[in-house]
């Protein structure tokens, strides 16, 4: 008996260990297809988790710029860069302007400092090379032997470079730079002397960029017409399409921009000035033209301690909420205004306080 035991032990076929199954709805699926089914789902909950944060993100910087003309330029500034807050003029009109921008998530903010008032250029009022052979006054034996004349290409003429780029607002200052600051500062403008030609050139990148918007909507589908009446939507359709192929063959100068703002009224686009001026106007500073002349007071307190907040600073410490944290904490912190010693003066001790 134990013999025949022994053999039937042995010959018993080995069972194979049994894997969990899912029970309900998948329980009809293989095994390694429900594990694809797992993989699959699992991912889409982290892009959706990830879309999320991402949205969350973004929502938080934008709201960081999301203001309209409000705060004072030097006391931006003062906070952003302290070397060139210092040198500030209040008759140069100067405004900020701040933006989102960079190549990596999340964004990086950008400040470019404007200006309302004209900028004299000396150089721009006769850019020519005098060193250039065609500059030269022709001798008798080339005016009338009629010897070929050196052209000028203009290629060694002057070319404005501002050197006023969006510049990247960081506690850090990168080695190797910053890649949106170098290309903005190093941009060359073709400044023209005249007054005319200056003002038709504004007016043609005017032309050009609404042309571009309105080619950006049409692509996108949004260019809708405003009317129910079938025949005018198919004409509105068709002069839209007829503009488009005329920009695509001929280009933007073979439009005028009387045609671009007639089609845009005939369409459900947005305005596109009232666009620009809220573009212009969203994450700016106030013109530095509009602070009080009577900034320069005597401190009403100890000239040993620091004066207290004027009404317009304590406004702009509870709305700085708008602007970057580094700002704003900076700002909170500093509740005292900054004391200059003065050479001339009523005060014995010669201290004046400057309320910003």
């Given at each position: 008996?134990?013999?025949?035991?022994?053999?039937?032990?042995?010959?018993?076929?080995?069972?194979?260990?049994?894997?969990?199954?899912?029970?309900?709805?998948?329980?009809?699926?293989?095994?390694?297809?429900y594990?694809?089914?797992?993989?699959?789902?699992i991912?889409?909950?982290q892009?959706?988790?990830?879309?999320?944060?991402?949205?969350?993100?973004?929502k938080?910087?934008?709201?960081?710029?999301?203001?309209?003309n409000?705060?004072?330029?030097?006391?931006?500034?003062?906070?952003?860069n302290?070397?060139?807050?210092d040198?500030?003029?209040?008759?140069?009109?100067?405004?900020?302007?701040?933006?989102?921008?960079?190549?990596?998530?999340?964004?990086n903010?950008?400040?470019?400092?404007?200006?309302h008032?004209?900028?004299?250029?000396?150089?721009?009022?006769?850019?020519?090379?005098?060193?250039?052979?065609?500059?030269?006054?022709?001798?008798?034996?080339?005016?009338?032997?009629?010897?070929?004349?050196?052209?000028?290409?203009r290629?060694?003429?002057?070319?404005?470079?501002?050197?006023?780029?969006?510049?990247?607002?960081?506690?850090k200052?990168?080695?190797f730079?910053?890649?949106?600051?170098?290309?903005?500062?190093?941009?060359?403008?073709?400044?023209k002397?005249?007054?005319?030609?200056?003002?038709?050139?504004?007016e043609k990148?005017?032309?050009l960029?609404k042309?571009?918007?309105?080619?950006?909507?049409?692509e996108e589908?949004?260019?809708?017409?405003?009317?129910?009446?079938?025949e005018?939507?198919l004409?509105?359709e068709?002069?839209?399409y007829?503009?488009?192929c005329?920009?695509?063959?001929?280009?933007a100068?073979?439009?005028?921009?009387?045609?671009?703002?007639e089609?845009?009224?005939w369409?459900?686009?947005?305005?596109f000035?009232?666009?620009?001026?809220?573009?212009?106007?969203?994450?700016?500073?106030?013109?530095?033209?509009?602070?009080?002349?009577?900034?320069?007071?005597?401190?009403?307190?100890?000239?040993?301690?620091?004066?207290q907040l004027t009404?317009?600073?304590?406004?702009?410490v509870?709305?700085?909420?708008?602007?970057?944290p580094?700002?704003?904490?900076?700002?909170?912190?500093?509740?005292s205004?900054?004391?200059?010693?003065?050479p001339?003066?009523?005060?014995?001790?010669?201290?004046y306080?400057?309320?910003?």
């Open positions: 008996m134990r013999k025949k035991k022994f053999k039937y032990a042995e010959s018993a076929p080995k069972s194979s260990p049994v894997k969990d199954i899912p029970s309900g709805e998948n329980s009809t699926l293989d095994p390694p297809e594990e694809i089914q797992r993989d699959k789902a991912r889409v909950i892009r959706s988790w990830k879309r999320h944060v991402d949205i969350q993100v973004f938080y910087y934008r709201e960081l710029i999301n203001f309209h409000q705060g004072l330029p030097h006391i931006l500034l003062k906070h952003v302290p070397r060139e807050a040198i500030l003029d209040p008759g140069a009109g100067v405004f900020i302007r701040f933006r989102l921008g960079g190549i990596t998530f999340p964004p903010i950008y400040y470019k400092i404007f200006t008032r004209p900028v004299v250029d000396l150089c721009a009022s006769s850019p020519k090379d005098y060193t250039h052979e065609a500059q030269r006054q022709l001798v008798p034996r080339q005016r009338h032997n009629h010897h070929p004349v050196v052209h000028d290409d290629s060694s003429w002057y070319k404005r470079v501002e050197n006023n780029g969006w510049r990247v607002l960081a506690g200052i990168s080695h730079g910053d890649t949106i600051t170098q290309d903005t500062s190093a941009k060359k403008f073709e400044y002397h005249t007054k005319l030609l200056r003002w038709q050139d504004v990148r005017k032309k960029r042309i571009e918007w309105f080619k950006k909507m049409y589908g949004i260019l809708r017409a405003r009317t129910g009446h079938k005018t939507a004409l509105v068709k002069s839209t007829g503009m488009m005329v920009v695509k063959q001929l280009g100068d073979h439009i005028a921009e009387w045609e671009v703002d089609l845009l009224e369409t459900n686009a947005l305005n000035d009232e666009y620009i001026n809220g573009w212009k106007t969203i994450g700016s500073s106030q013109s530095s033209e509009y602070v009080k002349d009577e900034r320069l007071l005597l401190s009403r307190h100890n000239p040993c301690e620091a004066s009404q317009e600073d304590s406004q702009f509870t709305n700085s909420s708008g602007l970057h580094q700002i704003s904490n900076i700002i909170k912190s500093d509740h205004s900054d004391c200059v010693r003065m001339y003066g009523n005060s014995s001790s010669g201290r306080c400057i309320n910003n």
